[in-house]
């Protein structure tokens, strides 16, 4: 077979050559960018005040974007060792946002950074009496008895928490985002700090809280070549704005840890992670046992396949638990992140989820 050969040009050759210049320029001016964190995207820009206050706690309330709003509001409840912007992460790609837009009203459980004597906070403490609270100036600000619940991670544990003792809270619908509930799945996580060796009091006795970089290394060491693997593509893609952005404010966010309040980290480790009470129907907080069974209002499970922080095996129980007629699980694609803000999340869960509350929130 004849081959055929396009013979080359002086100016395609020249036109080639410039574009490979002007992208090796571009990736070594945007590589300084990162390396140098100059002019790093904004986060959690999306209208606010706050609503209440009490120590490092603040509830905010978004500002609406439309005339007429859902009846039932939404509360998005955070992490504890996590901060909230992952839920407002830019204009364009912010969970907030879309809810916004969608036209809910949105308000936020932010716990804050947690100062040294705040390592004497218990889970009692956020779940029996600052989640309540909190709840509470929502239904004053609404005049609204009824709220959404929308839990993250372990955000997602306290709502569940508060919903299993409260069985007459004012909560219409329960959504829960990458949120363990059988911690015999939760894998090397369970393996690290199995009782035989990992000295919990002792740590917590001596540190108080416990440091954000003892909770990012853990995470890191799940997957201990995804750094590498992650300055890789950089490399691969410094040559595309929206790509180098995306990178940064993902990146920012997942090196921004705070400190884990240290007695809320001893109940979590021995009562969950060790006796995995959960899942028992064995848990109590303050006397008052966490009966999941009780939850009967409509209930949203969303996790990931590939989570390897939330794995799926911790998440996939969830449902089963509770007692609700009206509970559904979605599985996607993607990571802990990228779950609920990520391509995958803007494209596919956002849509779902709006589509969820708006049918149960007229």
Excluded at 287 to 307: E, F, K, S, Y
Aim: charged share 25%; glycine share 6%; aromatic share 12%.
């Amino acid at each position: 077979m004849a081959t055929v050969r396009i013979p080359e040009t002086p100016a395609l050759t020249e036109t080639f050559q410039a574009e490979v210049v002007k992208r090796n320029l571009d990736r070594v001016r945007r590589g300084m960018d990162v390396i140098m964190d100059r002019d790093p995207p904004a986060v959690g820009t999306t209208p606010k005040e706050v609503l209440y206050s009490k120590g490092t706690l603040r509830l905010y309330r978004y500002r609406p974007v439309t005339d007429e709003v859902y009846r039932i509001p939404v509360v998005l409840v955070m992490s504890l060792i996590s901060k909230p912007y992952i839920l407002d992460l830019s204009p364009g790609q912010s969970l907030v946002e879309y809810l916004l837009r969608e036209g809910f009203d949105v308000y936020m459980v932010d716990w804050g950074v947690p100062r040294p004597e705040d390592s004497r906070l218990t889970l009692e403490y956020y779940v029996l009496e600052s989640l309540p609270r909190a709840i509470e100036e929502v239904q004053k600000a609404t005049g609204e008895r009824e709220v959404s619940l929308l839990g993250y991670c372990m955000g997602g544990l306290m709502a569940l928490m508060y919903s299993g003792i409260f069985h007459d809270a004012p909560v219409a619908n329960l959504v829960c985002a990458a949120t363990p509930v059988d911690f015999e799945g939760m894998g090397m996580f369970r393996r690290w700090s199995d009782q035989r060796w990992f000295d919990v009091d002792r740590m917590v006795d001596t540190l108080g809280n416990i440091p954000p970089d003892f909770i990012f290394r853990s995470f890191e060491m799940l997957r201990p070549a995804e750094r590498w693997a992650a300055y890789a593509r950089l490399f691969d893609n410094l040559w595309n704005d929206l790509w180098v952005k995306n990178y940064r404010l993902f990146n920012r966010w997942v090196y921004d840890q705070i400190p884990f309040p240290g007695e809320a980290y001893r109940q979590m480790i021995k009562e969950l992670m060790w006796e995995n009470k959960l899942m028992k129907g064995q848990l109590t907080l303050g006397g008052r046992r966490v009966d999941l069974t009780g939850i009967t209002c409509p209930a949203l499970n969303i996790m990931a396949q590939h989570d390897h922080i939330a794995p799926f095996a911790a998440t996939q129980p969830l449902t089963s638990l509770l007692g609700s007629a009206d509970k559904e699980d979605v599985v996607l694609k993607g990571g802990h992140v990228s779950l609920i803000a990520g391509r995958n999340a803007w494209f596919r869960l956002w849509p779902q989820l709006s589509q969820w509350l708006g049918e149960r929130s007229v």
